[in-house]
């Protein structure tokens, strides 16, 4: 009897004529259309522009001592990089916050603050007046954040989900170096070091984006991301996106010296695949912004807090945990996986380089 195809592999068989051209496949099957896209660029616009017109009164009601604005709303998370998939784009809405002096003070104001987010929003869904948006279902609310799905109406009454976080913030990379920010870091408990996750996220984006050229690379991210939906293997939206930077890097200086570094596809997620066929002892840094060593050790995997913005357990200085992919933001955010959920993917990833000449031909 032969082997059982895997979902992937099912997923090629449906459409032969695609899959005979694996760009062709991605545009056809991977990549959001351009419909899709624009409805969620209205949505966010739209929210973004509800909360630069409400939060600040609705903020006035339960912080009446404060005086809070917002300074800026930067979109990231998987449509804000430019690396979603279909039925499986979020977004994230930083709303870097005027008015709060510390990240201290932000954790001390933070449960007032998301609260306010979500009454506001809930009003949002509840207006009458306000044609483009039918439902609103809270996912997760957090210390850091609020998790929605917006069910938002089209113009020809159409509905579609649009996934959100709204993360609370404070703009503290435009105003002090990163050096000393992670000086900061140092100097806080583990609790306070979660904030300044959220305050990170420019950098994240910027990271992102100017690793991510040229267009060949965000293909690829979108390819795993789709392996990774279909076949649901626990990997995080993040560490994909720096797993394939990582490795872009690595083939790009190992064949510097032959000058030929073409983006070669099949070549690159061959050898993403390899790396995560040895998944449990991973150890990936990057010294783009620090050197990880004047951090203490890499920390230990961390546990989902909010979004694809996440939290991490205390930094272990005495045992150097694995697996580990450090943030290039962030010292003390590890977005790998557990142990446990890394021999799963380890797994998953050996199973697609033994079907490989099946599904790729």
Same mark, same amino acid.
């Given at each position: 009897?032969?082997?059982? $195809?895997?979902?992937?592999?099912?997923?090629?068989?449906?459409?032969?004529?695609?899959?005979?051209? &694996?760009?062709?496949?991605?545009?056809?099957?991977?990549? $959001?259309?351009?419909?899709?896209?624009?409805?969620?660029?209205?949505?966010?616009?739209?929210?973004?522009?509800?909360?630069?017109?409400?939060?600040?009164?609705?903020?006035?009601?339960?912080? #009446?001592? !404060?005086? %809070?604005? &917002?300074?800026?709303?930067?979109?990231?998370?998987? =449509?804000?990089?430019?690396?979603? +998939? !279909?039925?499986? #784009?979020?977004?994230?809405?930083? %709303?870097?916050?005027?008015?709060?002096?510390?990240?201290?003070?932000?954790?001390?104001?933070?449960?007032?603050?998301? #609260?306010?987010?979500?009454?506001?929003?809930?009003?949002?869904?509840?207006?009458?007046?306000?044609?483009?948006?039918?439902?609103?279902? +809270?996912?997760?609310?957090?210390?850091?954040?609020?998790?929605?799905?917006?069910?938002?109406?089209?113009?020809?009454?159409?509905?579609?989900?649009?996934?959100?976080?709204?993360?609370?913030?404070?703009?503290?990379?435009?105003? !002090?170096?990163? =050096?000393? &920010?992670?000086?900061?870091?140092?100097?806080?408990?583990?609790?306070?070091?979660? /904030?300044?996750?959220?305050?990170?996220?420019?950098?994240?984006?910027?990271?992102?984006?100017?690793?991510?050229?040229?267009? !060949? +690379?965000?293909?690829?991210?979108?390819?795993?991301?789709?392996?990774?939906?279909?076949? @649901? %293997?626990?990997?995080?939206?993040?560490?994909?996106?720096?797993?394939?930077? /990582?490795?872009?890097?690595?083939?790009?200086?190992?064949?510097?010296?032959?000058?030929?570094?073409?983006?070669?596809? *099949?070549?690159?997620?061959?050898?993403?695949?390899?790396?995560?066929?040895?998944?449990?002892?991973?150890?990936?840094?990057?010294?783009?912004?620090?050197?990880?060593?004047? *951090?203490?050790?890499?920390?230990? #995997?961390?546990? +989902?807090?909010?979004?694809?913005?996440?939290? *991490?357990?205390?930094?272990?200085?005495?045992?150097?945990?694995?697996? *580990?992919? =450090?943030?290039?933001?962030?010292?003390?955010?590890?977005?790998?996986?557990?142990?446990?959920?890394?021999?799963?993917?380890?797994?998953?990833? @050996?199973?697609?380089?033994?079907?490989?000449?099946? %599904?790729? $031909?």
């Amino acid at each position: 009897m032969g082997q059982k $195809p895997s979902k992937l592999e099912s997923y090629f068989l449906c459409d032969k004529e695609a899959s005979d051209n &694996i760009y062709r496949y991605i545009d056809k099957k991977v990549q $959001p259309n351009t419909e899709y896209l624009c409805m969620c660029s209205r949505t966010v616009d739209k929210v973004v522009q509800y909360l630069y017109h409400n939060l600040q009164t609705e903020l006035k009601k339960t912080l #009446s001592w !404060k005086y %809070i604005s &917002i300074k800026e709303i930067l979109k990231s998370g998987s =449509l804000g990089k430019s690396t979603a +998939v !279909k039925e499986k #784009s979020d977004i994230d809405l930083i %709303i870097f916050l005027n008015g709060i002096s510390s990240i201290e003070e932000l954790s001390q104001l933070m449960p007032n603050i998301v #609260s306010s987010l979500k009454t506001l929003m809930e009003r949002l869904a509840d207006d009458q007046s306000i044609t483009w948006i039918s439902d609103l279902e +809270v996912m997760r609310t957090t210390k850091f954040s609020l998790g929605l799905i917006l069910k938002t109406v089209n113009d020809d009454g159409t509905t579609f989900d649009c996934e959100m976080d709204l993360l609370p913030s404070l703009d503290i990379t435009t105003t !002090k170096s990163l =050096l000393d &920010i992670y000086s900061e870091m140092e100097q806080s408990d583990e609790d306070l070091r979660r /904030y300044y996750s959220a305050c990170l996220s420019r950098v994240q984006k910027n990271f992102v984006n100017e690793n991510t050229q040229p267009a !060949k +690379v965000k293909n690829l991210i979108r390819f795993i991301k789709f392996w990774v939906k279909v076949e @649901q %293997i626990p990997l995080r939206s993040y560490f994909i996106e720096l797993l394939v930077i /990582y490795n872009n890097r690595q083939h790009n200086r190992k064949h510097l010296a032959t000058c030929h570094v073409d983006f070669n596809f *099949y070549d690159h997620l061959k050898e993403c695949l390899r790396i995560l066929t040895n998944c449990e002892t991973l150890k990936i840094t990057f010294s783009d912004n620090y050197d990880y060593r004047n *951090y203490g050790k890499p920390p230990s #995997s961390f546990t +989902v807090v909010f979004g694809t913005l996440l939290g *991490y357990p205390p930094v272990n200085t005495n045992v150097q945990t694995v697996p *580990y992919l =450090l943030d290039p933001a962030n010292p003390y955010m590890n977005v790998a996986s557990s142990l446990e959920k890394s021999r799963i993917v380890s797994q998953k990833a @050996q199973e697609l380089l033994d079907n490989w000449d099946r %599904i790729f $031909p």
